[in-house]
């Protein structure tokens, strides 16, 4: 049954047995007596509260109690993607109810949030939000409740939305409550406003009630609002917060998002929600007062106990720690790991926590001997460092990304994918931990100290986690070749595809060119992220996002299949990984891959750091280039790649080269 409002009318009509549903009272907030006397005078107390409760609070268009008896009906449940900006349904997860202001709320676990599934906006501009919450972390810009038509459309860029929101308005590092933070991006504007108060609304049940009256417009176009905090005016810094919200915000929609917790790009909030109503009108100052009234800011909150759910991975090089998340520290160690002079070392772990404590992670001890007691210094996941002593490092040289700590130790690290890079330069040591979460989201810390000791190695160990070694690497560094005749990419491997090309060299029909090339490719991520060669009927400059060059000479976007100058063609594009692909819809295109087949991880590996010699031969309407490189493992990889096209011996014909994620140095073209 859908949890939709029953009016004020019906409710009055109804038998006093029933006033508990109308209203959304169960047992858990209603009083309780032991004697019937007593209970006999409850009842009688809370059928006038009740009938008081429903005469002041109008029929509203949209109404969820969040109880439990219409288990979630309306509610969905949605698993955030910051870097693709979606929100995907999760049917696998259950809503978990808790006691709430009224009867039950729903639980945010701070990982996933919810979206009303059964509102689609509603006709006009003058309406009334209200919901309570319960939330026990805040963050810069992390939605308590966001709306709009749509929130985000990914298909062509618009936004429209209202946010209920955490922000820093002074700039001393609190963040107050609330924001309400509105955008159009079809005016390309944000308005925010921000109430005075430094209460932030954390660790209480708090009632937050919008009410927008198209009746009021301000001078810059925006809907004037009032803003009701427990059914009292919040106060700005001079009298009442007075909020402007873009129009058509509410429009009806089938893309409507009516987002709790949860956005297309902010942290997730964690704590409870309840009672939320939508009403097509503005609500009077004593209504608003009325839904505050009518819940019971006093119940207990009493979130579930969180369970962990610890994968083991088979494969990892070493599992650390237990799968119940209750070991004490340093009771195993990782085998240790040599850290020589210049070392450069690439390390990648599993992290399970149970989220309690910044500590329950992986540490990074670095010792004397191969002895893991043998300590100099020990790194811990979050940021802080004891010495040989044991006792903590003050002013430790640390910097990090994330601005709230109770979701990293919450939600990020409880299932973290971490890369650790050690760069060590004689005593001085920078280590870059990068510990990206169940949502895609990337967290990542840098911390510099010295160490005054010539042999060092590095531990891994944990304490109430488990934590699965996965790699250990020797890094790659970069150093320029001041010889190249072009590069592409950069030293940190960040370039996107097609972020940056090489100029383009002439091949004619019958001729061969050889080029030489020094690749560096990122990591050993993805296979497509090294060098590709591309054969185009134009001629093309060079484009570097860290060059200044001539904006008329960028590529223009011609159609989905490329981009490039006007009437730009590539007749083919030839990737390192024995892949290629043809222009639009040349159905003459086709390509064979002849020779040496290997391990992908291996061959990926050995890309790093890369002598590449590509021997490039046109006849016709064949394009060949052989390739022979020579790894950072010292093998040779060699494969021959023949292209087909509707290139024509007529046909000019051009090559230039371009990446994704690396670094490539073209130091010859003959």
């Known amino acids: 049954m859908k949890k939709r409002i029953i009016s004020a009318a019906l409710c009055a009509a ?57 288990g979630g009906a309306g509610i969905q449940i949605v698993d955030q993607d910051t870097a693709a900006h979606t929100l995907t349904p999760n049917e696998s997860k259950e809503i978990v109810f808790i006691p709430g202001v009224k009867g039950e709320s729903i639980y ?97 049940w708090t009632n937050v009630t919008l009410v927008v009256d198209e009746n009021f417009v301000r001078a810059d176009g925006l809907i004037a609002a009032t803003v009701y905090i427990d059914g009292v005016v919040a106060q700005g810094k001079e009298g009442d917060l007075e909020v402007g919200i873009y ?54 909150y009493e979130p579930p106990v969180r369970t962990v759910e610890v994968k083991v991975n088979e494969d990892a090089i070493t599992h650390l720690g237990s799968t119940d998340l209750n070991n004490e520290y340093g009771s195993t160690y990782s085998d240790p790991i040599a850290l020589t002079e210049n070392a450069l070392k690439e390390i990648q772990l599993f992290n399970y926590s149970s989220g309690k404590n910044s500590l329950d992670n992986y540490s990074l001890v670095f010792t004397a001997s191969e002895d893991p ?27 990090w990304s994330w601005g709230n700590w109770n979701t990293w130790e919450e939600s990020v690290m409880v299932e973290a994918d971490v890369e650790i890079i050690i760069d060590r330069d004689g ?16 967290n990542t810390s840098t911390t510099n100290f010295t160490i005054d000791a010539e042999n060092i190695y590095l531990y891994i160990t944990c304490q109430n986690s488990y934590v699965e070694l996965l790699k250990v690497d020797d890094g790659v560094r970069i150093t320029p070749d001041p010889n190249a005749i072009a590069t592409i990419g950069d030293t940190n491997w960040t370039a996107g595809w ?28 993805n296979n497509w992220e090294n060098y590709c060669i591309c054969f185009t009927n134009t001629e093309t400059v060079e484009v570097s996002t860290a060059k200044s060059v001539n904006i008329d000479k960028l590529p223009k976007a011609l159609d989905e299949n490329g981009i490039g100058y006007e009437g730009y063609e590539e007749y083919a594009v030839m990737r390192s990984d024995k892949y ?88 010859s073209v003959e």
């Open 108 to 204: 945010c676990d701070g990982v996933r949030g919810f979206k009303l599934s059964d509102f689609n906006g509603l006709e006009g501009d003058t309406y009334t939000i209200s919901f309570w919450m319960y939330q026990t972390r805040s963050a810069q810009f992390m939605p308590a409740v966001q709306v709009g038509n749509p929130v985000y459309n990914a298909a062509d860029g618009v936004e429209h939305w209202i946010n209920f929101t955490w922000a820093d308005d002074d700039g001393d590092g609190t963040l107050q409550f609330p924001h309400i933070w509105t955008y159009d991006s079809t005016v390309g504007d944000r308005t925010m406003s921000y109430a005075s108060t430094t209460d932030t609304s954390i660790g209480k």
């Open 247 to 300: 129009p058509g915000i509410m429009a009806t929609s089938d893309n409507f998002d009516f987002l709790l917790g949860v956005n297309y790009w902010d942290a997730v909030c964690k704590g409870a929600y309840d009672e939320i109503y939508v009403f097509d009108k503005a609500l009077t100052a004593d209504e608003a007062k009325a839904l505050y009234e009518a819940g019971d800011p006093t119940v207990k």
């Open 14 to 70: 109804l038998v006093v047995g029933a006033f508990t549903a109308c209203t959304g009272k169960s047992s858990s907030s209603a009083a309780s007596s032991s004697s019937a006397a007593e209970s006999s005078s409850s009842v009688a107390e809370e059928e006038t509260t009740t009938e008081a409760e429903a005469s002041a609070i109008p029929e509203a268009i949209y109404y969820n109690s969040c109880d439990e008896a219409n």
């Open 373 to 399: 007691t043998d300590v100099l210094f020990t790194l811990n996941a979050d940021c802080t460092a004891t010495d040989k002593d044991g006792n903590e490092v003050a002013d430790l040289d640390s910097s």
């Open 580 to 667: 290629a692909w043809g222009w639009g819809d040349d159905t003459a295109f086709s390509y064979t891959c002849e020779g040496d087949d290997w391990d992908w991880a291996t061959w990926k590996s050995a890309m790093r750091d890369a002598d590449v010699t590509l021997t490039i031969t046109r006849n016709g309407d064949t394009i060949v280039v052989d390739e022979t490189t020579i790894g950072r493992d010292g093998n040779t990889y060699a494969h021959k790649t023949t292209l087909t096209s509707r290139l024509t011996s007529a046909d000019p014909c051009y090559f230039f080269f371009v990446n994704e994620k690396s670094y490539v140095e073209i130091l």
């Open 427 to 442: 005593n001085n040591f920078k280590v870059t931990q990068a510990a990206t979460d169940i949502n895609a989201a990337a």
């Open 498 to 525: 097609w972020a940056e090309f090489s100029k383009s060299w002439a091949i004619n029909d019958g001729e061969t060119k050889t080029v030489k090339l020094n690749n560096y490719g990122s990591k050993g991520s």
